[in-house]
């Protein structure tokens, strides 16, 4: 048999190695697979979906870094950090703690304190904290008012300051959006480019769905219903957040009058305007979440013309009109996201 001969069978059996080498290495790669894990943070649900990289389910993970955010934000957590600086008590502040009170701040001064997390003792006070909900008159709340207000408040030196003793912080309306976010920033750094974290209605989307598709997040009817699934509008979320605050479900009645759960800093009341639902589209869910609330504070002309000046911003709001029909107004940037 000549050289050549030899060479070129040497050649065939190496080219047949290598792609057996090849195939069997192609069968072992880990297989990507779309993820769903749910449950309970805050005291509401979340649910997300997402692309993992191997296949694995990231549940426990998720579940472990859920449970260390609780500890520095949840204000039913008496061992929590926003409960330790309740009472007063010496506490290291975490970086994430110290990022969502100084956003909180911001949007404080932007929304003129429509947005304050000093509230704390007024929200408790009318029934939605963790404290019993106490009689209400003007005198308790003139006297409630007097431990409220963002700019009684500051860190230095890695500490919050109070220029009262009794002053209360509640992050709750901040820290579900910041937690979104968070929780996004650990699935990409698993590695995930396709995800959508919602808790509680507060939501981060990235890339598309199991199908390829844009994620779609729904904007519900503004009913007193918990069980209602209908839907005001759809929304594409392509690599922003989304949160909605509305006053529809979070209330009770007392002696024929309805207390909603959004209170009014400057007043001390619950709001009482014709705003019913505020959703706000932004690049993260920290500030989504927390203009969704200030709007809900400030009512749909006032929050409008806040919403106007922050850029990155956008809108939609549904609200009654004089006749009591929902109406709908959105920002002309927030119209490219509505599912037609």
């Avoid at 309970?40 to 549940?59: A, F, H, N, R, W």
């Avoid at 100084?102 to 029934?127: C, H, K, M, V, Y």
Wanted: net charge negative; charged share 25%; hydrophobic share 40%.
């Amino acid at each position: 048999m000549s050289l050549k001969i030899k060479f070129r069978q040497m050649k065939i059996r190496f080219i047949i190695l290598a792609a057996t080498l090849f195939l069997m290495s192609a069968c072992n790669q880990p297989t990507a697979k779309y993820m769903a894990n749910s449950g309970m943070v805050y005291g509401t649900y979340y649910s997300i979906k997402y692309e993992s990289p191997d296949g694995s389910d990231l549940q426990e993970e998720v579940d472990r870094e859920f449970q260390r955010l609780t500890m520095i934000f949840s204000h039913y957590e008496k061992e929590s950090t926003i409960s330790k600086v309740n009472r007063n008590e010496e506490v290291k502040l975490e970086p994430e703690f110290v990022t969502c009170f100084n956003r909180a701040q911001e949007i404080a001064e932007i929304t003129n304190g429509a947005f304050d997390i000093t509230a704390a003792p007024l929200i408790s006070a009318w029934g939605f904290g963790p404290e019993n909900r106490q009689k209400m008159t003007q005198t308790v709340v003139d006297s409630l008012k007097a431990f409220t207000g963002y700019r009684k408040i500051k860190i230095v030196d890695g500490k919050v300051e109070k220029e009262i003793p009794e002053i209360q912080l509640n992050m709750s309306a901040i820290a579900k959006g910041y937690t979104c976010d968070l929780i996004g920033d650990f699935l990409a750094k698993k590695g995930c480019e396709n995800f959508m974290v919602d808790i509680g209605g507060e939501v981060v989307a990235k890339g598309n769905n199991d199908k390829g598709r844009t994620w779609t997040i729904g904007i519900r009817e503004p009913v007193e219903n918990p069980f209602s699934n209908d839907l005001n509008a759809a929304i594409r979320l392509p690599d922003h957040a989304l949160a909605t605050s509305g006053n529809y479900l979070n209330f009770y009645e007392e002696d024929g009058k309805k207390y909603a759960h959004t209170i009014d800093p400057s007043s001390g009341y619950p709001v009482q305007h014709s705003l019913l639902s505020s959703t706000v589209l932004a690049n993260d869910c920290m500030t989504a979440d927390a203009f969704a609330t200030a709007f809900m504070v400030l009512g749909k002309d006032a929050g409008i013309e806040v919403a106007r000046k922050v850029p990155g911003l956008e809108i939609y709001f549904i609200y009654a009109d004089d006749q009591g029909n929902n109406q709908v107004y959105m920002s002309e940037g927030f119209s490219q996201y509505v599912a037609r």
